[in-house]
């Protein structure tokens, strides 16, 4: 059957158990608890083929800012039949005029290019068991007060307003902040994914700060199952493979159009949220 003939329906709680289903498929560690947490912040897409889900695709919109696409999945015994590009069309209209991201996998990384995008890095993977080190002294938790400022920082860094995104993170997971100058300069996030739990996203005004507030989480979680998604150009991989995160794989930042953001020295982006939603 061509893939024409798939209905691109809206992604509603019903169709939870079989998206999670095809992610391990793919051999993504989503739990239900991630798709539903990625569900809440997006608008999604899946392909129908005889009332079975076949295909999945999310948009995350971050305002009218940008949008990330995301958890782009095809059965296995549909490949090759031109529903990515189906899914990949449905993503498009949802996300309307927004500038959009996404990380490919290599497989995918042709489809995008047809599509406009363009690669602007790479993401590298490391996850492993947390080793036992001190906790630093200039990191504290942040209080709900710290909110609008960690959603100020996160907004200089990823160029768009991600509050949403940061105040959900509030519900599940728990943020580490440092301070200079009474002001913040720096936080990061820890919360449950996957096999265990994910430290992102991470955002620093140099690369010693980032360490510090990476060892605030795994001083804080010996022998746990931790992940971490940082970029090449941070620097901060060979680091965290001294720390028994070891490096796994990753993907390819893309954006459409693409765009050079100017660099804002007061914060960098040294962790993602995840390769989903950036």
């Known amino acids: 059957m061509q893939a024409s003939q798939i209905e691109i329906v809206p992604f509603g709680p019903d169709h939870l158990e079989a998206a999670v289903a095809l992610s391990r498929q793919a051999g993504w560690p989503h739990r239900t608890e991630d798709w539903q947490l990625a569900l809440a912040l997006s ?3 899946v392909a129908v083929e005889d009332g079975r889900v076949v295909g999945t695709v999310l948009v995350t919109p971050y305002k009218g800012d940008c949008a990330t ?3 782009v999945i095809v059965d296995e015994t549909m490949r090759g039949r031109g529903l990515g590009r189906k899914l990949m069309d449905a993503a498009l209209l949802a996300a309307g005029d927004r500038p959009l991201r996404l990380v490919a996998t290599t497989a995918g ?21 947390a080793g036992e080190i001190a906790a630093p002294a200039e990191t504290e938790a942040a209080t709900d007060a710290d909110l609008p400022a960690i959603a100020a920082l996160d907004r200089l860094a990823f160029g768009a307003d991600r509050e949403g995104l ?13 301070r200079r100058g009474g002001r913040l300069s720096g936080f990061a ?19 010693g700060q980032a360490r510090k507030l990476i060892e605030h989480f795994i001083a804080r979680r010996p022998g746990r199952f931790l992940r971490v998604d940082t970029t090449a150009e941070t620097g901060l991989s060979p680091w965290l493979a001294e720390h028994g995160l070891a490096h796994v794989g990753g993907g390819i930042t893309m954006r459409n159009p693409l765009a050079n953001d100017a660099a804002d020295p007061t914060a960098t982006t040294f962790a993602l949220a995840s390769q989903a939603l950036g």
Do not use: W
């Open 166 to 178: 940061l105040s959900y993170f509030t519900g599940i997971g728990g943020f580490a902040v440092i």
């Open 43 to 45: 608008d999604g897409m």
């Open 189 to 207: 996030c820890l919360r449950p994914f996957g096999r265990g739990e994910v430290i992102g996203p991470v955002v620093a005004a140099d690369l």
């Open 69 to 71: 696409i995301n958890m």
């Open 109 to 129: 990384l042709p489809l995008y290019q047809k599509l406009g995008f363009h690669e602007t890095g790479t993401v590298l993977q490391h996850q492993g068991l």
